[in-house]
């Protein structure tokens, strides 16, 4: 076999093979020998035709067969002959099969970067420290006792956090219009449910008050109808309702899976879930800032184009799950490839560290972690049999438990300054 090794424009190489006569000979031989075991052939038992009678009706076909086999196991050979990394399949054009000259045929494809590290100690980490005060388990207890809050009836003026019961009417220069209008709907104030506009004018009314307020909608409302417009509203408030908590009994602590020990065990429980609540979010922000240190260290790298689009697609169908069914398919694709880029040079950077520097994902931190996941179901047990029947999830998380490694490994050699923040700052969202 004859390899031609071209290197195109970026990442591109161009391979052509050229198959010699005699294995493309031997192949089809080999094929004909299995074809005549098992074609039956007018005037011959079964397996019994000729080898001259076979070649003869089916060596043109036995030719065509052989070529994709061919290409296939010679193309495994050509690209570990010229040690390739092919990011994807290849492109296979140019076939040509002539009698007593052999296959050639051209294979293009992408092939993995080669990747300088960046020294890891020019990274600079900033892990978030933080301790849960008593203060902290009592405002979460405060938000569990307003999951829990009824409402009921006062004879006095509303007043932030109290919940009302209105009827409106909204008109744009006198004419009502669609979704202007409601009756008997709760509004608890203070939780910006409604444009500051509309509620803001609503503190202070009591029941059976009525009051014509106007609302100016912004430029980017999400009823394009609105946007920009001022409406009248004519509200009536029929009834204000003042939030009551309920108290720390033992029937509170029930309705959270406390039996015994009333609100002192709760209060055990609650600071137990934010302790494994500060620790996933400190995870998952040293995570994101040693990611987000190494992709600004190889914003050079270049990122093979079928990768991308593959990952484009991948990226595509998540937002169609998370939109419930929305028909993501018809966006564009190229919408959802900076998010596609980034995921692909993050991928070949784990991959390359953990290559170069002798990185192993062992059992035992791929267990941690699905311990970790088990953890905050209801049976662990249960789950951790489920992911163990499941390659796929299996896969994910040895993924995982690499890109963990490779964390601990940049922290290893980053520069790491603690910052103290509160418990509230950490575990909140991050934006982007």
Do not use: W
């Amino acid at each position: 076999m004859q390899v031609t090794l071209e290197t195109a424009e970026g990442l591109l190489r161009r391979l052509s093979v050229t198959v010699p006569a005699a294995q493309v000979d031997e192949a089809v031989e080999k094929r004909l020998k299995d074809l005549s075991r098992r074609v039956r052939m007018d005037g011959f038992r079964p397996g019994k035709a000729p080898m001259l009678v076979v070649r003869q009706r089916y060596g043109e076909q036995a030719r065509d067969e052989v070529v994709g086999d061919l290409i296939q196991r010679t193309y495994v050979d050509a690209i570990t002959q010229n040690q390739l990394r092919p990011a994807g399949g290849p492109s296979i054009t140019e076939v040509d099969m002539i009698v007593g000259e052999g296959l050639r045929y051209v294979a293009e494809i992408e092939v993995y970067p080669d990747i300088t590290l960046a020294d890891l100690s020019t990274l600079e980490v900033e892990p978030p420290k933080a301790e849960i005060l008593k203060a902290d388990v009592e405002a979460m207890i405060g938000n569990l006792r307003k999951q829990r809050a009824t409402f009921e009836a006062v004879d006095r003026e509303a007043a932030d956090g109290d919940r009302v019961i209105v009827d409106f009417k909204g008109s744009i220069d006198g004419e009502l219009f669609d979704g202007g209008s409601a009756t008997d709907m709760p509004i608890e104030l203070g939780k910006g449910q409604l444009l500051k506009d509309f509620e803001g004018p609503i503190i202070g009314m009591k029941a059976g008050e009525t009051k014509t307020i106007e609302v100016t909608f912004p430029d980017d409302y999400h009823a394009d109808h609105l946007q920009g417009k001022t409406a009248s509203f004519e509200v009536t408030v029929k009834k204000v309702e003042q939030t009551v908590l309920p108290e720390i009994d033992d029937e509170f602590c029930l309705a959270f899976g406390v039996k015994d020990g009333g609100a002192e065990t709760l209060e055990a429980e609650v600071r137990k879930n934010m302790e494994r609540e500060l620790a996933t979010a400190t995870k998952r922000r040293v995570k994101q800032q040693v990611m987000d240190g190494l992709l600004a260290a190889h914003e050079g790298i270049a990122m093979p184009k079928a990768l991308v689009v593959e990952e484009a697609e991948r990226v595509r169908e998540q937002f169609s799950q998370q939109m419930r069914g929305a028909k993501a398919d018809q966006l564009p694709l190229n919408i959802f490839e900076p998010e596609a880029e980034r995921r692909v040079r993050l991928g070949m950077l784990v991959a390359e560290l953990v290559r170069s520097e002798g990185l192993k994902v062992d059992a035992a931190r791929v267990d941690a972690l699905l311990d970790e996941i088990a953890s905050s179901y209801e049976d662990p047990t249960e789950v951790k049999v489920f992911y163990k029947s499941r390659p796929d999830l299996m896969r994910n998380l040895e993924a995982l438990a690499a890109e963990d490694m490779v964390v601990d490994h940049v922290l290893s050699r980053a520069k790491v300054t603690d910052v103290s923040m509160r418990f509230d700052e950490v575990v909140k969202p991050q934006e982007g």
